[in-house]
């Protein structure tokens, strides 16, 4: 059990300590989803659409620094470390693989969220968006599970990524713009119809993000399922991800094995 | 001059290999039309909430036209520039473009010409799509050929140029290599008006669009498929510019960026060469 613990804060060092590091990446990191959040606010703007349309686009642009982390730091982690000979160093360590996830996932969480208040804090002050919060306590409790779902799902990823090569970076970059629309990034997930929206639920950003809608602009009236039907699923979710995340990644990494994926670089 | 042209060939051949053969032909194919058409997506929606459903507006086909055509600039632009950093970083490879009998700055722009095809097929379909499911139909009788496909290929030349420039600053930089190239991507995105008249910016950002040469690439597209009349009647923010000179501005600037780019390229490569950069790998 320790030594899982220091397993998991090892792997999160570098990802807690990269942000003392490298401050530049938190400017980037805030300043370029900002770019995008800014057109979408303007798509709004001459649309004539109602101001709380412009705190969706900034929640929903906060929102991607997660789903950004999660495709490029986790889902595509063992790649890069494949790429650059980690990979191996990681395996034959004698300690769980599980618990190397989990400490990317919490390194990851914890300097995202960094750039996402950011992003929320600078976005509302330019744009002028006054977010009011129904219930604090709900909405911790659906920004934690949504976020345990989250990270729990690119667990998953990562183990099945551990079998790609090249496509392992196309197939994240083909993840980004069909999730950010199914997802409702910057548009209420209820207009795209019961059905479609319960598709897209799979992905706990689409409820959490629904969810977090309703508790900071209850005026809206644009929320898809009520919040405690959404914190329920969300709660499911993040237990059923992180298991099977587990159950994956012993199979995946079996599989590599076997068919000698793991140290194939440039492929 | 021949040399000039088997680099650029090969180049292309190279680039389009590097693009397409990662997987099989179907899910290339998948890859392909799903990307732009999930980003053109989102734009319908929000589109969509707001209006309820009316797609008459000329400012939908606006925001639509300019969405599709925008995939250039970032494939073209970061297709050359990013080259730089793949081919240094990822495959280790530029020393030997380098040693090899090759220009290499016609073997960015050809590498730039392989995925100015793949972002052709992604045009070609979020075009078609916005035809065929949302009403997005240039009449074809009534679109400005001439006028489109002047602007199209001096803009594309154009987006090639720039690309070099942007080439030559991640030649002689370590960091932050990927990133510049989406910042730039990005905030064209936002200043030359892609999605949105430029004219509901605040003042200082509309002159900041108007200094770049894109705002007026996209304008003169949009102009060419949409018609002159119903795209100054949207009040845009150009309206005041006559098509002439769009066109005259859009060629001045990418003479101006031919004219650069080779400066600009000749002296960061040089530098490079001084300073051991060529075949530096960061692992940043």
Request: overall charge positive; some cysteine; glycine content about 8%.
């Amino acid at each position: 059990m320790i030594l899982f613990l220091r397993t998991v804060l090892g792997r999160a060092y570098p990802r807690l300590i990269g942000i003392q590091r490298e401050k530049s990446w938190l400017i980037f990191g805030v300043f370029l989803p900002l770019l995008g959040v800014s057109a979408y606010v303007f798509i709004y703007k001459a649309l004539k659409s109602p101001p709380e349309f412009v705190g969706f686009v900034i929640l929903g642009g906060a929102m991607t620094a997660y789903w950004l982390n999660v495709l490029w730091s986790m889902a595509t982690q063992f790649y890069w470390e494949k790429e650059t000979g980690n990979l191996q160093l990681y395996l034959m360590a004698p300690t769980s693989r599980m618990a190397i996830l989990m400490g990317m996932a919490f390194g990851g969480l914890v300097s995202t969220s960094i750039r996402a208040a950011a992003i929320l804090i600078v976005g509302s002050l330019i744009f002028s968006v006054h977010f009011t919060v129904v219930s604090w306590w709900q909405l911790i409790l659906v920004f934690l599970f949504t976020m345990v779902a989250l990270y729990g799902l690119g667990m998953l990823f990562s183990s099945l990524f551990l079998l790609f090569g090249r496509e392992a970076w196309h197939l994240s970059s083909l993840l980004q713009e069909p999730i950010y629309f199914l997802s409702g990034f910057y548009f209420p997930i209820k207009s795209l119809g019961y059905w479609v929206s319960i598709g897209a639920s799979i992905v706990p950003i689409t409820l959490g993000l629904d969810a977090m809608r309703q508790l900071v602009m209850p005026s809206a009236k644009w929320g898809f399922l009520s919040v405690d039907e959404e914190l329920g699923i969300l709660l499911v979710m993040s237990i059923v991800f992180v298991f099977v995340a587990h159950r994956a990644l012993l199979y995946m990494e079996n599989l590599a094995r076997r068919e000698g994926r793991l140290t194939i670089r440039g492929q | 001059m021949h040399e000039s042209a088997r680099s650029l060939k090969v180049a292309a051949w190279l680039g389009w290999q590097i693009e397409s053969n990662w997987t099989e032909p179907f899910l290339f194919l998948t890859y392909s039309i799903l990307k732009p058409v999930a980003s053109a997506l989102i734009l319908v929606f929000m589109y969509l909430v707001i209006s309820q459903g009316n797609f008459n507006n000329p400012l939908f086909a606006y925001i639509y036209v300019g969405n599709a055509f925008f995939i250039y600039v970032g494939a073209v632009l970061l297709g050359v520039s990013n080259t730089i950093v793949d081919d240094r970083e990822h495959y280790g490879m530029l020393k030997y473009i380098y040693v090899s009998p090759i220009q290499v700055y016609f073997y960015l722009l050809g590498r730039g010409m392989a995925k100015t095809m793949t972002a052709t097929i992604a045009v070609v379909i979020t075009l078609a799509f916005g035809a065929i499911a949302l009403g997005v139909r240039p009449d074809f009788f009534t679109i400005d050929w001439p006028l489109l496909i002047i602007t199209l290929t001096v803009g594309l030349a154009g987006l090639g140029f720039m690309g070099i420039l942007l080439a030559g600053i991640l030649l002689i930089t370590a960091r932050h290599n990927d990133i510049v190239g989406e910042a730039v991507a990005g905030a064209l995105y936002l200043l030359c008006g892609a999605v949105f008249p430029i004219s509901v910016m605040p003042d200082w950002l509309q002159w900041a669009g108007r200094a770049i040469p894109i705002t007026y690439w996209l304008e003169g597209l949009r102009r060419a498929l949409l018609g002159t009349e119903l795209v100054q009647k949207l009040h845009t923010g150009l309206e005041d510019f006559s098509t002439p000179t769009i066109l005259l501005i859009l060629l001045g600037s990418t003479l101006l960026a031919i004219l650069l780019s080779i400066g600009f390229y000749r002296w960061c490569e040089r530098r490079a060469k001084e300073k051991g950069l060529i075949d530096m790998q960061t692992m940043y």
